[in-house]
């Protein structure tokens, strides 16, 4: 039986879209461009997206395309001893899939909790010490389970199996055309509403304020470039199998083109949304908008159910809030177990349904480790070295192997002959020059920080353990069948 393929450009362009649209959109690129000059940070951002988020995906594409396979099949394929990087990469996917569960499931229990506030009045006691129960603590004590979180998070795991198990066509595609209009309504509603709220217009004024100082400061390039990696799902198996679905005569380069520019386009919806919101909170409280501003969970499940409290209509307004980021969250999930089922389904020749049954299960029993009191310290030291340590550093591996030791020129050959509009010689030195040195400086940078000063006050060896352990098995999966995929 021939590979399955997408249904229609549309819905493979919106499914690519709803992998790179999470959750980090929502509250982690606001904050990033917050905290690095403001609307400065644009221009290192747009550079980085030109640079390295455009031709990265178009190679991914191509990638996927031309060897119709998962990532370790399609890197099988390119040489036989780079199978391990495949594998490396579906073990990052497959790591990020069972924390990134719990905070969808966080956000299905507050979509809950929206329709009445029942969060109260101080949102950061209830967040931590009532919802998630988080007392004395740790990564390696993790306590007891919380039910409400466990069973918020079957209710993910259980809509990302029907997709997964509905195939190509009739699963993924279907739910990313549901999925992704709906989230962009919603974001724009939002907008609509907040906006016009007091204060709104000096919170998003606030993000969008220039600080062309800091454009000379490598950290805030170094920021750019780690925002987009993050955020368009390359590197970690995703667009390399997505796009092994596509239809032979496939424009590359535009559904490339589009799939970023969307991507990039919401993170920027979304940073307009989330300081309107602020900017009327610190109205609303005569606070100052650096006093309410947060990153990462807390400013998805602290600050802004307190800002819901404010608003007018909570009872509408929260519950879409909190929809759109379990849409969010969903549509990311969905794509990151595709990565993983694939990747089974080529290696074993299994059907569909006993890769998912055997993914989604082994997922599901994985993730309770991140339901418990301590999931969310756990989950705070993986996701660190899971993006910082496994997706930047399989990004620099991929784009040496790929670049260096094979013709740039016959990538680019490949996707000018199916593409509608060519692309240059633009392509071969951001790939082989520009993205690997900044990749190599960000890499070299996190891994300094991480042996000097570590992170987070965390007993780190967890942390390096993983990326170990994921290492060592890729490497030890290509030794023993370097030829299964031919």
Request: charged share 10%; with cysteine; proline share 3%.
């Amino acid at each position: 039986m021939g590979r399955e393929q997408w249904g229609s450009r549309a819905g493979f362009i919106l499914a690519a879209v709803g992998s790179a649209i999470g959750l980090g959109n929502i509250w982690r690129f606001p904050y990033m461009a917050y905290e690095n000059g403001g609307g400065a940070f644009f221009i290192p951002y747009l550079f980085a997206m030109i640079t390295a988020g455009i031709p990265f995906m178009i190679l991914e594409f191509s990638m996927g395309h031309k060897y119709r396979g998962s990532a370790p099949k399609t890197l099988a394929n390119i040489h036989s001893k780079f199978q391990w990087l495949g594998w490396f990469q579906v073990g990052i996917a497959a790591t990020i899939a069972v924390y990134y569960v719990a905070v969808i499931g966080w956000a299905i229990s507050y979509f809950g909790m929206s329709f009445t506030q029942s969060w109260g009045q101080d949102t950061n006691t209830f967040f931590f010490k009532e919802y998630l129960a988080l007392g004395d603590n740790s990564p390696t004590n993790l306590g007891s389970i919380q039910w409400e979180i466990a069973f918020s998070m079957l209710i993910a795991w259980a809509i990302t199996y029907a997709a997964i198990v509905g195939g190509v066509k009739a699963g993924i595609e279907k739910a990313s055309k549901v999925m992704m209009p709906i989230l962009f309504i919603m974001v724009i509603v939002l907008i609509g509403r907040m906006i016009v709220l007091p204060g709104a217009l000096e919170g998003v004024n606030y993000m969008f304020k220039p600080d062309f100082s800091k454009i000379w400061d490598v950290k805030v390039w170094a920021a750019a470039y780690g925002q987009i990696f993050f955020t368009l799902s390359i590197g970690f198996a995703i667009m390399i199998a997505y796009s092994s679905y596509l239809p032979a005569k496939s424009d590359i380069s535009n559904n490339a083109f589009m799939t970023v520019l969307i991507n990039c386009g919401f993170s920027i919806l979304a940073g307009i949304m989330i300081f309107s919101v602020l900017g009327y909170m610190a109205h609303a409280q005569d606070k100052s908008i650096t006093d309410v501003v947060t990153s990462g969970v807390g400013l998805a499940f602290v600050t802004l159910p307190a800002a819901i409290n404010l608003l007018p209509a909570p009872y509408i307004l929260g519950p879409l809030f909190f929809l759109a980021l379990v849409v969010a969250g969903l549509s990311s999930h969905i794509s990151i177990m595709e990565a993983v089922t694939s990747s089974i389904m080529d290696k074993l020749g299994w059907s569909r349904k006993k890769a998912a049954n055997i993914a989604i299960g082994l997922g599901f029993i994985i993730s309770m480790a991140f339901a418990t009191n301590g999931g969310l310290l756990l989950l705070d030291l993986v996701d660190h070295f899971a993006n910082n340590v496994g997706i930047i550093t399989s990004c620099l591996v991929e784009i040496i192997l790929m670049t260096w030791l094979f013709k740039i020129a016959d990538v680019r050959d490949y996707v000018n002959g199916i593409s509608d509009f060519r692309i240059s010689t633009w392509f071969d030195v951001c790939l082989r020059f520009i993205t690997p040195v900044i990749l190599a400086i960000i890499v070299a940078t996190k891994f300094f920080t991480l042996f000097t000063s570590g992170y987070g006050g965390y007993n780190l060896t967890l942390g390096w353990m993983l990326i170990a352990v994921l290492l060592v098995v890729s490497l030890l999966i290509n030794a023993m069948s370097n030829k299964e995929f031919q």
